[in-house]
Nanobody
Framework: VQLVESGGGLVQPGGSLRLSCVAS????????MAWFRQPPGREREGVAG???????TYADSVKGRFTISKDNALNTLYLQMNSLKPEDTGMYYC????????????????WGQGTQVTVSS
């Protein structure tokens, strides 16, 4: 599975961005698709995940502001980010893991190259 992210950029606090991740390769498996981020100088952390059957999970820090979704026909994963804060700044990665459910604490097998999100005035 190959993953390519896009959609990052510079946005002011309170603004919105939508990230996209196009998957190619053997995408017929039952997978969890997820977004992770790595803030400057900090460890990578899970942001949101969506299982093949549509169940979603979110980090507490983004609940109510971020929405993860997918378009199976386009093999594309999205992350709609609203009410962005400076602490949302970081490199955002798309990831995939074979399985029926999403656990953001597990080790994911497939990763994209990342897209930078910077929230600053």
């Amino acid at each position: 599975v190959q993953l390519v992210e896009s959609g990052g950029g510079l946005v002011q606090p309170g603004g919105s961005l939508r990230l996209s991740c196009v998957a190619s390769g053997d995408t017929g498996m039952s997978v969890c698709m997820a977004w992770f981020r790595q803030p400057p100088g900090r460890e990578r952390e899970g942001v949101a995940g969506i299982a093949w059957h549509g169940t979603t999970t979110y980090a507490d820090s983004v609940k109510g502001r971020f929405t993860i979704s997918k378009d199976n026909a386009l093999n594309t994963l999205y992350l709609q980010m609203n009410s962005l804060k400076p602490e949302d700044t970081g490199m955002y990665y798309c990831a995939a893991e074979v399985g029926d459910y999403c656990d953001l604490a597990t080790v994911f097998d497939y990763w994209g190259q990342g897209t930078q999100v910077t929230v600053s005035s």
